[in-house]
């Protein structure tokens, strides 16, 4: 029987809101990102991108470029050795476009020069002729058979359907509404930037990148290199953000094939306005959608056409549809279903990754509809989503059974227990009114509103993707090493994986190794997946590694290591009085231990939208508090409400901050965000016009996080990072109908869609 | 790349800089980053939207992106590389740590500047006063939740040193 | 700075005024009830003390520029100089008739700011001339500064509204800014508003009367769409702040 007294020291285990590593660094402004980083003797790379959405290139004329003082080189597609076109899902998006160009600011160039300045005058000095075509923005028109196709893999970059049980049945309570979602930005602070270094011989090439995913990068960076993956190292640069716009290749390929054209190295950097044109952007969505329930409002079938528009190229548009078209019965039960979706190819700009993936789309149009099914039974939003609440073992529309936790309606109670919030002083701060130090309104201009938004979403990859993580762990005297090519974006894997190695291991000092392709696949940052892949990696390897040490130790002092334990910082005996510190059992003793962690199979879906095609779903309830000043159709959002399905708290504070940005992402695209399109051009790429919330704009949150551990999750923990920003954007578009009667079918809500 | 002006010398966190063999269109945010190897503050937006680039210039928070570097001569100038002495945190940086006032941490330089120029104006500020001084800074990760705690705490310990 | 951060503009020579204190300077004139700014003062010294005392209305206008960060470098120089019809100064400037002060190498001349606004961007500073100072009188009376944005903070105006009665004389002015190609000046609902009510009291104005006011200040407008709002919009909205200003004018 242990007799050690236990130590009080605060270790930063699992569980505590252990401290960033990377923090002292960020607040001293001296942690690196990629934009930072420099080299000897490097030049500058910049991109040349096209002004139309729509046009066939005619020809390309370098010539005055090259002229120019400064300028070492001067690429296009012809100047790509390996594969043209590049892709997450199908690769139909040319590095340099060749014969058309298909969005405004598609590359067509790049060049290389001593200073910023002169790769801008170079790229000025290209001369490229154009036959301007008419762009197809119309994503109805896309998928027309009549129109010609943009691309030579057409205009449907996916259909899918879901035929789900009766097709006829017709209800008693039958509602519909077309809603539509704007495109989102992720906006992150970051900007893009690489850095690429060209061995001798141009046989091979390091690079510093920016990413969500290395592996993911590194292939399709040698495919168009015409390297073998080994000849292109990869190692994270610095991350500002992410949030889905850095699962696409941007500048990669070009900063890669300058470095080799000029065998020096290359540093390529957006500004703002490049930025919102380099990456891809959140699907703009228009979804009809039809509720049949009965008269108590239970929901008895969903009809429902989504169209999402990918833009030019295909990114991961098909998937994201499918999570549209999963996802649209929200976290409720339906027995019958018919679901057509569509993913299509218009010339507006690119759409891929952003939070919430599909699901948020889907959600602004389950949950207005939830209101209106309220409305049409006598019931309130809250009744109605309780009554029709899953619970786990109900069954998606696909046919697929939640095996996960899936404690929707403990969120909707826990969300609606927490305290409204003071209503408006008659003396109140003219910061805290509607429009701040505008001085539009007074108290007395003001209608305050309340509404409600739940979600379902899918976490980790689908329809059989194989999204593995590997983690490497090395212990040697007392101090754990952790390898992985995981990304850290800012989300706070670097501070969540010494705390497993800390619970595992009975260590205190974890040492995190370089991030690069010099170890396996971590997956991708996204999909509110890492906690649980690359957790469950880190998590595994850690495991691996205590098993040998509980061998190690049991074969020096001859206990079986099955009696064998980690209890604080040292190895104990379970049954006897032994007990050493891991620091002293591991003196001079490297375990080195590597683990890929897989979550289980999943399926496609058949013609039918039938089949398991998730892995696993978290849920959340938003309850929002806003303020209307109705004549003026302001918006003030005073309070959100929430409570998420998190199955278990690996670190609260990294775990709130998580739970704060994605509701003011979704806060974002409730009333503020949206990248306004004529005719396929960007009419506000910059901050001055994309406008994101600012301190004055963010709500007090109150978030309560429920903890009913999931029995699939390698930590019990569920992903976070993407329920918060989903069903706050309904649940503030409510609150805005609520306050002013308004039937608002899309979001961003403007001003005069209020007052009009 | 030519040179496109005289020689001219900005003084930056106390020290005076030569700058040399500039084009004059440069801003100051460029120089500090490119040319005096002072990178901790950052760029996201060019156009003083977003306060990454926030410096201390004569006394006042300014966005380092508009200001022509040229012009700074005669300025004094600080930047978060300034702040802390010997990688000791100051009271406002440590809270940030602490407090999960930071994720990416790309905002951060210009936060962290932003909050110790009003708390150097006004040591008590209130829930308002703070949200207004940071209304420039854009954070995109956090919803500004744990920042507001940071600097809440950071106040706190302040005041306790004091009295 | 802005358009040489995005290459619409390559400077070669630039003289910097950063330095000249006389370009910062304040000066009341408490004979003749005058205030003269200095162009380059920035918007954060307005917000409080000296022109924060005798012209409010510049002080609420100043506080809605940009952020805490603009307001330390901004001014009312740059406000004049880029001449946007949705400069936050400017109809402030306008509703109280300031004079614009221009200085070149061998002469200096005073413009009324409504002549110096010309157009979008466009005003009527010569080649070889700076902004030295603006000129604003001291009036008796109430004065607000109104403007909408879509976000709470560092928002370009969707339409903006400055209201000044001059109780001494019994008139009042509005000016409405980002709805048309420069300020606008509602003359014609001033004129009739002072034929309507006894503007050197502070008398309740009729729910008729402040509907009327609002439907003409809004036909004096000639908003556009864009990509920030709706010509519709911004007619409703300087309808409302119009209405909400001369309100608060008359209930104190």
């Given at each position: 029987m242990s007799s050690a007294t236990q130590t009080s020291i605060r270790r930063d285990v699992l569980g505590t809101s252990a401290l960033r590593p990377d923090g002292a660094a960020k607040v001293q402004g001296r942690f690196e990102f990629s934009s930072d980083l420099h080299a000897e003797n490097m030049l500058w790379g910049a991109t040349l991108r096209s002004p139309h959405p729509y046009a066939r290139i005619v020809n390309i004329d370098l010539s005055a470029a090259y002229k120019i003082t400064g300028v070492e080189a001067v690429i296009t597609a012809e100047d790509v050795p390996g594969k043209k076109t590049y892709g997450l899902i199908s690769s139909d998006q040319p590095v340099f476009a060749q014969d058309f160009v298909r969005y405004v600011g598609e590359p067509i160039a790049a060049v290389a020069a001593d200073h910023p300045e002169t790769c801008r005058r170079a790229l000025a000095a290209i001369k490229v002729e154009y036959e301007v075509l008419t762009p197809l923005t119309d994503a109805e028109l896309a998928i027309q058979p009549t129109t010609p196709p943009i691309h030579p893999d057409g205009n449907i970059i996916r259909r899918q359907q879901i035929i789900t049980g009766d097709q006829a049945l017709q209800s008693e309570i039958i509602v519909e509404g077309t809603y539509e979602v704007g495109m989102q930005d992720q906006a992150f602070l970051g900007l893009e930037a690489a850095l690429a270094l060209p061995e001798s011989g141009g046989k091979g090439i390091e690079m510093y990148v920016a990413t969500q995913w290395l592996h993911e990068d590194q292939k399709q960076i040698a495919a168009c290199l015409d390297l073998p993956c080994e000849k292109v190292r990869l190692t994270l640069g610095g991350v500002g953000g992410a949030f889905g716009a850095r699962e696409d290749i941007s500048l990669q390929v070009h900063c890669a094939l300058l470095a080799l054209r000029t065998s020096r190295p290359i540093k390529m950097q957006y500004g703002r306005e490049e930025s919102f044109y380099g990456h891809v952007h959140r699907h703009p969505a228009k979804i009809f959608i039809r509720h049949h329930a009965s008269r108590n409002g239970e929901i008895q079938r969903i009809e429902a056409k989504l169209v999402f528009d990918g833009g030019a190229y295909a990114s991961t548009s098909s998937a994201v549809l499918i999570n549209g078209i999963t996802h649209i019965q929200g976290p409720y039960r339906c027995p019958n279903a018919t679901i057509d979706g569509y993913a299509v190819r218009t010339n507006n700009p690119p759409c891929g990754a952003m939070r919430g993936f599909g699901v948020v789309q889907a959600c602004y149009a389950h949950e207005s509809q939830m209101d209106k099914l309220a409305v049409a039974c006598g019931l309130s939003p809250v009744e109605i989503r309780l009554r029709n609440a899953m619970v786990t073992g109900d069954k998606l529309i696909?046919?697929?059974?939640?095996?996960?936790?899936?404690?929707v309606a403990r969120c909707i109670r826990e969300t609606d227990a927490i305290a409204m919030p003071a209503p408006l002083s008659r003396t109140a701060d003219p910061l805290e009114i509607v429009g701040g130090s505008g001085?539009?309104?007074?108290?007395?201009n003001i209608v305050r509103g309340v509404g409600w938004g739940v979600s379902i979403k899918n976490l980790m990859y689908s329809e059989t993707f194989d999204d593995f993580a590997t983690a490497r762990c090395q212990l040697k005297d007392g101090v754990a090493t952790l390898k992985y090519a995981t990304v850290e974006v800012g989300q706070g894997f670097v501070v969540l994986a010494p705390q497993i190695a800390r619970s595992v291991l009975g260590v205190d000092e974890v040492v995190l190794d370089t991030v690069d392709t010099g170890i396996g696949s971590a997956g991708s940052t996204s999909a509110s997946r890492q906690t649980w892949m690359s957790g469950g990696a880190v998590d595994g390897a850690c495991r691996l590694v205590r098993q040998r040490l509980f061998e190690h130790v049991g074969k020096k002092y001859n206990i079986d290591p099955l009696r064998l334990t980690i209890e604080d910082t040292d190895v104990v005996d379970m049954i006897g009085d032994f007990r050493i510190s891991v620091t002293e059992a591991t003196a001079g003793v490297l375990i080195d231990e590597t683990y890929e962690h897989h979550h289980r199979p999943t399926e496609e879906l058949d013609e039918n939208g039938q089949g398991n095609c998730h892995v696993a779903f978290a849920f959340v309830a938003h309850r929002a508090v806003v303020d209307v000043d109705v004549e003026l159709g302001l918006v003030k959002v005073i309070q959100i409400a929430t409570a998420q399905d998190v199955g278990r708290v690996l670190n609260p504070t990294a775990a709130l901050g998580q739970i704060e940005g994605g509701i003011a992402q979704g806060l974002g695209l409730a009333v503020m965000e949206e990248i306004v399109l004529d005719n396929g051009k960007m009419r506000n790429p910059s901050f001055t016009d994309y406008l994101l919330p600012t301190a004055l704009d963010a709500p007090t949150v109150v978030a309560v996080m429920i903890e009913e551990p999931e029995p699939q999750a390698p930590l019990g923990a569920k992903g976070i990072g993407e329920p918060p920003c989903i069903s706050v954007t309904p649940a503030i578009a409510a609150a805005i109908r609520n306050a002013t009667g308004k039937e608002l079918p899309r979001v961003p809500i403007r001003p005069q869609d209020i007052c009009f | 790349m030519n040179p496109n002006s005289e020689i001219y010398n900005l003084r930056v966190n106390g020290k005076m800089h030569e700058v040399r063999?500039?084009?004059?269109?440069?801003s100051l945010l460029y120089v500090l980053r490119e040319r005096l190897n002072l990178p901790g503050t950052k760029g996201?937006?060019?156009?003083?939207?977003?306060?990454?680039?926030t410096v201390i210039m004569d006394g006042q928070a300014v966005c380092s992106c508009l200001v022509m570097a040229a012009t700074a001569i005669d300025s004094d100038i600080c930047t978060v590389e300034s702040l802390s002495v010997d990688g000791t945190l100051t009271e406002v940086q440590d809270a940030f740590v602490t407090e999960g006032g930071v994720q990416c941490g790309f905002c951060t330089p210009g936060l962290v500047v932003a909050i110790e120029h009003l708390l150097s104006q006004n040591p008590d500020p209130s829930e308002i006063e703070v949200k207004e001084a940071i209304s420039g800074n854009i954070c995109r990760c956090t919803g500004y939740g744990r920042i507001f705690e940071a600097v809440d705490k950071a106040v706190s310990i302040r005041k306790a040193k004091t009295s | 700075m802005v358009e040489i951060n995005f290459n619409h503009r390559k400077p070669t020579d630039v003289i910097a005024l950063r330095r000249l204190d006389e370009l910062k300077s304040v000066h009341i004139d408490a004979k003749k009830s005058l205030v003269t700014i200095g162009a380059?003062?920035?918007?954060q010294q307005m917000e409080h003390g000296e022109i924060a005392q005798y012209i409010p209305a510049l002080a609420q206008a100043a506080r809605t520029v940009g952020s805490p960060q603009i307001r330390s470098a901004g001014s009312i120089g740059g406000n004049l100089g880029t001449c946007s019809p949705a400069g936050d100064a400017l109809p402030v400037l306008s509703a109280l008739d300031a004079t614009v002060n221009l200085q070149s190498a061998d002469a200096s001349r005073s413009v009324s700011v409504h002549d110096f606004m010309v157009g979008v961007k466009r005003n009527a500073r010569l080649p070889g001339e700076i902004i030295v100072s603006t000129t604003l009188p001291i009036v008796s009376g109430w004065q607000g500064y109104a403007k909408v944005g879509v976000r709470n903070a560092m928002v370009i105006s969707v339409a903006s509204c400055c209201l000044v009665v001059d109780r001494t004389n019994g008139t009042i002015t509005v000016a409405l800014g980002a709805v048309g190609p420069t300020i606008i000046r509602c003359r014609e609902t001033e004129s009739w508003l002072a034929s309507q009510i006894d503007l050197k009291t502070k008398a309740t104005v009729s729910p008729n009367l402040l509907q009327e006011f609002g439907d003409r200040i809004a036909n004096e407008s000639k908003p556009i769409d864009d990509h920030r709002s709706t010509a519709a919009y911004r007619r409703h909205a300087v309808c409302v702040l119009a209405r909400r200003l001369l309100t608060r004018a008359n209930s104190q």
């Open positions: 696909t046919g697929q059974v939640i095996e996960s936790v899936a404690p001085l539009t309104s007074l108290p007395h | 063999d500039s084009w004059v269109g440069e996201a937006c060019e156009q003083g939207e977003c306060g990454s680039c | 380059g003062l920035p918007y």
